[in-house]
């Protein structure tokens, strides 16, 4: 499968925190060929399995979270819509944002106020506005919007994905979603090949709002081993070279205390054998990702972090280089072929 139409095809679902079932759907559709089963948990999550037919084969578990960051209505406002964020989302950024309101039977448009510039207080321009000050505009009566947007209705940027430049992709959702593609054409590339581990996907959901799927899938799952695949900041001018990796030029590897030393070596080796492009990504302390639930889970997972490099971050336009994702796809298929491969031979 074509992984750059892939990611594209995931992200244009709408699959904020705690309304990620659309995207479950999806992914269930996509790895089916490639698994022996799917199944989505308590909690939300899907987790497919490959088994390798080995007697007391290990488990190693592929994790991406599927949600995106959101919105979701809190009240009304004569004809307009109070809202509260799920999960992290800079509030300058909002003021004429165009989102979609997750209703049924369709989705309705709408848009978050602002105030022009010509009817400003002096100084006001320069300010953040309070989220609680800001509201969304979905051009109904006050009557007509709480009948067709009940309290609790979920929303997401209104933007889909498309190409920026001769290699890039560009639009909202791109974290984790293009992670979780990774992990779909992953699976694609070890289909034929004998592995010597059961490969478990964990399509986690609620990862924005504290790694909420990843606690209770890696404890049903309870992998021997553990990849997490997210996204991490690519340099832009604007930004500190030394809290960021370089773009195109390579999935990053995270090295440090929350990941095993020995995973993470080994993956080196893959990339290194087959001459695959990477980068080292240094992490002193918490990732910020499943990787740090996973690792800590029942009595400690050996756990390792790849990470596709993102400019702007959890807004409408994140963006990737294809060779970023292309690289992680392939070095974690070199990594899965050897492990345990030559115990179990």
Do not use: Q, W
């Given at each position: 499968m074509d992984l750059k139409k892939l990611i594209c095809d995931l992200s244009s679902i709408s699959g904020p925190s705690g309304f990620e079932s659309p995207v479950a759907r999806r992914a269930a559709e996509l790895l089916t060929p490639y698994t022996?089963?799917?199944?989505?948990?308590?909690?939300?999550?899907?987790?497919?399995?490959?088994?390798?037919?080995?007697?007391?084969?290990?488990?190693?578990?592929?994790?991406a979270h599927m949600d995106e960051i959101g919105f979701i209505v809190t009240g009304y406002d004569k004809g307009f819509l109070?809202?509260?964020?799920?999960g992290g989302i800079d509030p300058r950024m909002l003021p004429a944002r165009e989102l979609m309101l997750l209703t049924e039977p369709e989705p309705i448009f709408g848009v978050i106020d602002t105030?022009?510039?010509?009817?400003?207080?002096?100084?006001?321009?320069?300010?953040?506005?309070?989220?609680?000050?800001?509201?969304?505009?979905?051009?109904?009566?006050?009557?007509e919007v709480k009948k067709r947007v009940p309290l609790g209705t979920p929303a997401v940027f209104a933007s889909g994905c498309r190409e920026l430049g001769e290699s890039a992709v560009c639009g909202k959702s791109l974290d984790d979603r293009a992670c979780l593609a990774v992990i779909i054409k992953t699976m694609e590339l070890l289909s034929g090949c004998k592995l010597g581990v059961d490969v478990v996907c964990l399509a986690a959901v609620q990862e924005e709002l504290g790694l909420r799927g990843a606690v209770t899938g890696a404890y049903t799952v309870a992998p021997d081993y553990a990849v997490t695949l997210d996204v991490t900041h690519a340099w832009t001018p604007d930004a500190k070279k030394t809290e960021t990796v370089g773009f195109g030029k390579?999935?990053?590897?995270?090295?440090?205390p929350n990941m095993n030393r020995a995973m993470t070596e080994g993956i080196i080796a893959a990339a290194k054998e087959r001459e695959l492009p990477y980068q080292l990504e240094v992490i002193p302390g918490q990732s910020g990702t499943n990787a740090w639930a996973i690792q800590t889970s029942r009595s400690g997972v050996a756990t390792a972090l790849i990470s596709i490099p993102v400019k702007y971050m959890h807004t409408p336009v994140e963006t990737l280089d294809m060779a970023d994702a292309k690289s992680a796809a392939d070095i974690l298929a070199a990594y899965i072929t050897q492990l345990e491969a030559e115990k179990n031979a």
């Open positions: 022996d089963e799917c199944r989505v948990d308590a909690m939300g999550n899907l987790i497919a399995v490959r088994r390798c037919g080995v007697p007391g084969a290990k488990t190693l578990m592929l994790d109070r809202f509260g964020m799920l105030l022009p510039p010509h009817v400003m207080e002096s100084g006001d321009s320069d300010k953040t506005i309070d989220v609680k000050k800001l509201c969304i505009d979905v051009g109904l009566s006050e009557e390579g999935a990053a590897i995270a090295v440090g």
